[in-house]
């Protein structure tokens, strides 16, 4: 159940939630000498550990981060930290973690934002709570990917980013973000009409400069997270729920690796990948609520997130270590069928190996069975995007790394293995059955896909038999319609619940209104 006393809070004082009061009662305020600074994006929580999280906000100006928490929303026996300046260099993001907190408990957060004048200003304060994770809790989470794709943005009259409320009701104790956080290669319209399946309705966006073209700037890349925080709907999600980020190609540009070629893309001025996925990994760490890794690969994505004796987060990385996107049906392993690289594969693997978590979660940015390509005019494609190449024999390819990864995971015989992924934007339970299977030297594990949160629904896609793939259930646009809007309701989100005493856990795919569409229960070995 929802904190009551809190509820009634956030209704007193929407403005906090919302982050845009523009006035304070100080005398000098008054007097028209110092405004203070604004936190017009929240705020957030992430990587919620045992007994640690880190909280994010935004302010507006050069200022200081404060952080009060309490175990109580009357924030008696608190205590308050002097958090990390805000400054310009930044976009006057700030992060602070909080730790050695208790398990089992609900943490009631307060964050403003105090400037650097002498007059000391300080912002309007917004208030958060979250649940830490006991040995003695049941286990519930929430999991999608792809945000604001496809010219599909903030519409109020429909209601706004909804399907972040519909998570939001389910109390979550916290959800992974399965990357296509932002669209930076997706130009949002004021208007658009939906497509004649859809009666050609009118679609109406929120747009701001940064969205009104694709990302280059540092300040383009910045706004697209700015912009997804416009929503109300996110903001108190943010606000309630501690977020577990990975990214994938729409963080940069659609299907981008190394070799990405943007020479004919019109709608580009920076020809340069290496500078836009600098700009853009820059973003990303600045309004993500990711604890950093530490100075020997600051920009490390890939971590473990552990939630007690139940389960075990293993959030990987599909993009930062890939070779080119190629045929991909090479038969010996090299620079070019890297997909995770061979540090990332041997982390999972020793990570799996010593877990001692019943459930194990690998939180992946594409699905491994389904054909994704990176070619719009051959068929078939001449380059591929994600791990299948579209031929069922024996692995090749990027499907060589899995097949080692997959083999090891048995010759280890670690149990309980389940994917969690999003990126084709549409529902599906997946069971990877090595009976079926060309290369077949795994333990068979399910793969569960959810999406999109708010973008255009697609699929289903076609399946790559190489690991035995069976659809056992899925839900996307009829055939031939491609691109259907938020109105179409074919947005789709996970939930999981590890129950503490059985052990069994249960995978929900959810439609917008947080309807179960598809229930699989798990029982752990």
């Known amino acids: 159940m929802k904190n009551t006393t809190l509820g009634n809070l956030l209704v007193a004082l929407p403005l906090m939630v919302a982050g845009t009061l523009a006035v304070n009662s100080t005398a000098s305020i008054a007097a028209g000498k110092v405004r203070p600074p604004l936190m017009e994006q929240g705020i957030q929580f992430g990587d919620l550990d045992r007994g640690s999280v880190i909280v994010w906000s935004r302010a507006n100006k050069d200022s200081r981060m404060m952080v009060e928490y309490a175990l109580n929303d009357q924030f008696t026996d608190s205590k308050i930290i002097r958090g990390p300046y805000a400054l310009k260099g930044t976009d006057y993001t700030a992060r602070q973690e909080l730790n050695k907190l208790p398990l089992g408990k609900t943490v009631f957060v307060k964050v403003w934002f105090e400037d650097l004048t002498n007059a000391r200003t300080k912002s309007e ?22 945000t604001a794709g496809q010219g ?45 399946a859809e009666n050609g309705q009118l679609w109406t966006n929120i747009v701001t400069p940064e969205v009104a073209k694709v990302a280059e700037t540092q300040a383009e890349f910045r706004g697209r997270y700015k912009y997804n925080l416009m929503d109300t709907n996110v903001r108190a999600f943010n606000a309630e729920v501690p977020q577990i980020w990975q990214w994938d190609d729409h963080e940069v540009v659609n299907n981008w690796s190394d070799a990405k ?23 990303f760490k600045e309004f993500s609520a990711q604890r950093p890794h530490s100075a020997e690969e600051a920009d490390r994505v890939y971590r473990k997130v552990s939630y007690g004796p139940l389960l075990d987060v293993f959030v990987v990385d599909m993009r930062s270590y ?59 494609p001449q380059r591929w995007e994600a791990i299948a190449n579209g031929d069922n ?12 990864l997959l083999s090891n995971i048995k010759k280890d015989n670690v149990k309980n293995i389940v994917w969690l992924t999003a990126d084709v934007h549409y529902a599906a339970a997946h069971y990877y059955d090595p009976s079926k299977a060309a290369s077949n030297d795994f333990n068979g594990f399910w793969e569960f896909v959810s999406g999109p949160l708010n973008a255009g629904s697609f699929g289903p896609n076609s399946k790559d038999g190489t690991f035995g793939i069976q659809a056992v259930f899925e839900k996307a646009p009829p ?47």
């Open 393 to 404: 024999g024996p692995a090749a390819g990027r499907e060589l790394e899995i097949a080692r």
């Open 125 to 146: 304060p917004v208030v958060g709570h979250f649940q830490t994770v006991s040995a003695n809790d049941n286990v519930r989470f929430v999991w999608g990917g792809d």
């Open 322 to 380: 890939r070779g080119q996107n190629t045929a991909n049906m090479q038969t010996v392993e090299s620079a070019e069928t890297k997909f995770l690289g061979d540090e990332q594969v041997a982390w999972l693997q020793n990570g799996l190996k010593n877990s001692t978590a019943t459930w194990k979660v690998i939180a992946a940015d594409m699905p491994i069975g389904l054909n994704i390509s990176d070619d719009f005019v051959n068929n078939p």
């Open 261 to 283: 070629d943007l020479s004919a893309d019109t709608r580009y001025t920076v020809k340069d990948v290496p500078l836009l996925v600098a700009r853009a990994a820059t973003a």
């Open 479 to 525: 055939a031939g319609q491609v691109n259907l809007s938020p109105f179409a309701g074919l947005q789709f989100f996970g939930e999981v619940n590890i129950d503490k005493a059985s052990k069994v856990m249960t995978v929900d795919l959810k439609d917008i209104n947080g309807v179960s569409v598809h229930t699989e229960t798990l029982a752990a070995e």
């Open 152 to 196: 599909w943005g903030i519409n109020e009259a429909f209601g706004g980013m909804k399907i972040y409320e519909a998570m939001r009701q389910v109390n979550p104790q916290f959800f992974i973000h399965s990357g296509d956080n932002i669209y930076a290669d997706g130009i949002i319209n004021a208007t658009v009409t939906t497509s004649a």
